[in-house]
């Protein structure tokens, strides 16, 4: 069993920066590709980036790459989401999400956060 933990979401002007952060609880988290996914209203849920457990390996979608980096912190239990050059089209909630192999396809993860807002204002 693993607990996700988002935090870090907030308000910024377009072309800002944040810094989301996945706590997670559970002694398996090391052996757990990790993704982070987002969810704009009236849209549906869309892929954002994953990073395999070791951290060797890492997907980005391609409307967040060269802005967004993911990376984690096994010792630590968490996964970061660097995400630069912010434009109004990423506000979302943003969840993290942890899964057996790394993938872009939410139904390889099973355990889920319960999201933090990130709103960009033009």
């Known amino acids: 069993q693993v607990q996700l933990v988002e935090s870090g979401g907030g308000r910024v002007q377009a072309g800002g920066s944040l810094r989301l952060s996945c706590a997670a609880s559970g002694r398996t988290f090391s052996r757990n590709a990790m993704g982070w996914f987002r969810q704009a209203p009236g849209k549906e849920r869309e892929f954002v980036t994953a990073?395999?457990?070791?951290?060797?390996?890492?997907y980005y979608a391609d409307s967040v790459k060269g802005r967004f980096t993911i990376s984690r912190d096994n010792a630590k239990n968490t996964v970061y989401l660097q995400m630069n050059s912010l434009k109004p089209e990423d506000t979302a909630v943003y969840f993290c999400?942890?899964?057996?192999?790394?993938?872009?396809?939410?139904?390889?993860?099973?355990?889920w956060g319960q999201g933090t807002q990130v709103t960009v204002s033009s």
């Open positions: 999400a942890a899964g057996g192999k790394i993938s872009s396809w939410s139904d390889e993860y099973h355990y």
């Open positions: 990073i395999s457990y070791s951290g060797g390996t890492t």
